[in-house]
């Protein structure tokens, strides 16, 4: 009888220790909803990132274990997203997408002692204002952007009617105010500002409003789905106004939208780490798999890849040791080699000018 009980004893403790310890991560942001496809990308990045780590061994003899969360680009989702995380004993988030995400869930995963790096929120509030010192970002900031996109248009477009339209988002209503703000330094003088409803299929009325006032330079501040159909709609019109906007629009969805009226769209990103040819060879195994590493697929990749070396530098996943770590390195990824500054915003290029054309985006020649 006694040797049964210990044999059950024995047996209960072996199905309730795991074969190998595990260290739970997680990305999250858009998996369903209209920006599902940046949400994608980020899946991809993520996994493709544990993948490789898990068969180079782990981080110090641990394996990683990844978790997905989908917050819809929904402030208040994203918070759910971010307790439901803490509850699954997540140490690290590489997210989430949206600035409107990521903001209100930073305020969880600083209070649970969560590590987040954002691969795509650009909101200049997201580390500004950030709740503790463990939140980052790989990607670039809005008021960066605009800088960039602001004297742009002033340069080459000095003798058009510029408007600027945004969709009152955290993200897109940010970008579209930096952006005018740095026009409006540079000398320029708007046609017209003014905000749309995100989610919307006929923006006929805005289109004619800027057909009416002769606008030649349509500067959207927003996402991909809503300036398509705008790209769209004002062709259909007849006119020929040039389409210019930010990050959101590295997605193929976006020709999907608008086909050869998508044709001479510019629009602010990073520079493109699949041309880094240090990142050649995950670019091909991305492909290899049929999965295109465009937009945020190699920045989600970055996230993970930093703080992986955080922790193997800290000896363990203690946030302390990781966010200090990740203060005082320099690591080289995906994007090539990056550190953070004081405030959790990364140490790389700014932003160039890209072009909508063919099907792709490429850099502006």
């Not at 394996?63 to 969360?69: A, P, V």
């Not at 996402?223 to 705008?230: K, N, Q, R």
């Amino acid at each position: 009888m006694k040797k049964a009980l210990l044999a059950g004893v024995a047996l209960g403790f072996a199905f309730s220790t795991p074969a190998f310890a595990e260290i739970v991560i997680a990305t999250a942001g858009p998996m369903t909803g209209q920006y599902a496809s940046f949400g994608q990308q980020m899946k991809a990045g993520a996994e493709q990132a544990v993948e490789d780590i898990n068969a180079a061994g782990g981080i110090n003899g641990e394996m990683l274990k990844l978790e997905i969360g989908d917050d819809a680009c929904d402030p208040k989702q994203a918070v759910a997203v971010a307790n439901q995380m803490a509850g699954s004993g997540v140490v690290f988030m590489a997210g989430h997408f949206c600035s409107g995400s990521s903001i209100p869930a930073s305020a969880i995963y600083a209070e649970e002692g969560i590590v987040q790096i954002s691969p795509a929120s650009t909101n200049p509030k997201f580390t500004d204002e950030r709740p503790g010192p463990g939140t980052f970002r790989v990607c670039g900031r809005d008021d960066q952007q605009g800088a960039v996109a602001g004297k742009f248009l002033v340069d080459n477009f000095a003798d058009k009617k510029v408007a600027f339209v945004h969709d009152k988002t955290a993200y897109g209503k940010g970008l579209a105010d930096a952006t005018m703000a740095a026009y409006e330094a540079a000398g320029g003088k708007p046609a017209m500002y003014e905000a749309y409803t995100a989610g919307e299929k006929d923006y006929t009325a805005l289109v004619s409003k800027l057909k009416s006032e002769g606008v030649g330079v349509l500067y959207v501040g927003g996402y991909h789905t809503e300036a398509g159909l705008m790209a769209r709609q004002m062709r259909e019109q007849g006119m020929d106004t040039v389409l210019v906007s930010g990050d959101a629009l590295v997605t193929d969805e976006y020709w999907a939208i608008t086909g050869e009226a998508g044709a001479g769209t510019l629009m602010t990103f990073s520079p493109d780490p699949r041309k880094n040819p240090d990142a050649a060879p995950l670019v091909e195994k991305f492909r290899a798999k049929g999965v295109e590493p465009e937009g945020y697929v190699l920045y989600t990749y970055a996230a993970v890849q930093a703080w992986a070396d955080a922790v193997k530098a800290a000896g363990g996943t203690g946030y302390d040791e990781v966010v200090k770590a990740l203060d005082a390195g320099t690591f080289k990824t995906v994007l090539g080699e990056l550190s953070f500054d004081d405030k959790g915003d990364v140490t790389l290029p700014g932003y160039v000018f890209y072009e909508w054309k063919n099907g792709t985006y490429d850099y502006l020649q």
